[in-house]
Nanobody
Framework: QVQLVESGGGLVQAGGSLRLSCAAS????????MGWFRQAPGKEREFVAAITWNGGSTYYVDSVKGRFTVSRDNAKNTVYLQMNSLKSEDTAVYYC????????????????WGQGTQVTVSS
């Protein structure tokens, strides 16, 4: 069982930056591909970014390419999402998720989820 806890959300002005963290407990993340998803009010949870177990490959939804960066530190059992040039449409609850051995863009492919952290971008 993997427990994930997100942090780092908050209120920021458009054009600003935030860094989200996803810390794991009970089990090391080094065998897990990690994904970031977000869910805005009234919308489906959508894929944002993912990183392979060793950090060798990353993937992004087109709307965040060039603005968001996903990274991980397996020694700290933590995954990060650096978000720059934030826009009002980035406002959502952000979730991290873990998938054993590989990554995916579909939320149903992930086995473990955090509770989410709110990101609000004011225009």
């Amino acid at each position: 069982q993997v427990q994930l806890v997100e942090s780092g959300g908050g209120l920021v002005q458009a054009g600003g930056s935030l860094r989200l963290s996803c810390a794991a407990s009970r089990r090391t993340l080094s065998s897990y591909g990690m994904g970031w998803f977000r869910q805005a009010p009234g919308k489906e949870r959508e894929f944002v970014a993912a990183i392979t177990w060793n950090g060798g490959s990353t993937y992004y939804v087109d709307s965040v390419k060039g603005r968001f960066t996903v990274s991980r530190d397996n020694a700290k059992n933590t995954v990060y999402l650096q978000m720059n040039s934030l826009k009002s449409e980035d406002t959502a609850v952000y979730y991290c998720a873990a998938r054993l051995y590989s990554i995916a863009t579909l939320k149903d492919e992930y086995e473990y989820w955090g509770q989410g952290t709110q990101v609000t971008v004011s225009s």
